[in-house]
């Protein structure tokens, strides 16, 4: 027991120090080219599957456009059903969740870099074997990522726990020996 908690304490800190902090589905925000599935409760035809456009809006039937970018999924059915409550349904019920997260772009020293879909707790080097694995002159240690909204990359360990976020691009860099 006391080995566990030592271990525990010590992955806690490691990634404290290495600045990583996991996404959760409750805490991720939706951006452009995602795609959501919302069901209203009783009216089928009230919803379906749907992109987010990229001026960050969903068009639901009946009730129009709605911003949806920047919403975690919990906040998009409460604004779903805010608007169906505008003269549409007393009570409507509102589930929503995404289907397909925006892509992942590898760039550098990879096999076949390009776009590639982003599937729920992807680290680099899942997506490094996507793209077919490293080229014979890549950085095994090192790698630039930058995040979704960034404009900048920031160098990174390349470790078995490295996480991946939706929309992120990922630069594997040549290395010098």
């Known amino acids: 027991m006391q080995g566990l908690r030592t271990g525990m304490i010590g992955l806690a800190?490691?990634?404290a120090l290495s600045g990583f902090t996991p996404q959760t589905v409750?805490?991720?925000?939706?951006?452009?080219?995602?795609?959501?599935?919302?069901d209203v409760f009783g009216?089928?035809?009230?919803?379906?599957?749907f992109v987010i456009e990229?001026?960050?809006r969903i068009t639901l039937p009946l009730i129009g456009e709605i911003p949806a970018a920047g919403l975690t999924v919990a906040q998009l059915q409460d604004a779903v059903a805010h608007a169906l409550r505008q003269g549409y349904l007393n009570q409507p019920r509102v589930t929503a969740q995404v289907l397909t997260y925006r892509p992942?772009?590898?760039?550098?020293?990879?096999?076949?870099?390009?776009?590639?879909?982003?599937?729920?707790?992807?680290?680099?080097?899942?997506?490094?074997?996507?793209a077919q694995g490293f080229t014979y002159r890549a950085n095994?240690?090192?790698?630039?990522?930058r995040r979704a909204g960034?404009?900048?990359?920031?160098?990174?360990?390349l470790t078995a726990d490295t996480r991946v976020s939706p929309g992120d691009t990922l630069r594997i860099g040549e290395r010098y020996f």
């Open 26 to 38: 409750s805490d991720y925000r939706l951006a452009s080219a995602d795609k959501v599935r919302i």
């Open 43 to 49: 009216e089928d035809a009230l919803g379906g599957e």
């Open 150 to 157: 960034s404009q900048t990359e920031e160098p990174q360990p």
């Open 140 to 145: 095994t240690r090192r790698i630039f990522v």
């Open 13 to 15: 800190l490691a990634f």
């Open 104 to 130: 992942i772009y590898i760039l550098g020293e990879v096999n076949r870099p390009g776009e590639y879909p982003y599937v729920p707790d992807l680290t680099v080097l899942n997506a490094v074997a996507t």
């Open 54 to 56: 990229a001026n960050g």
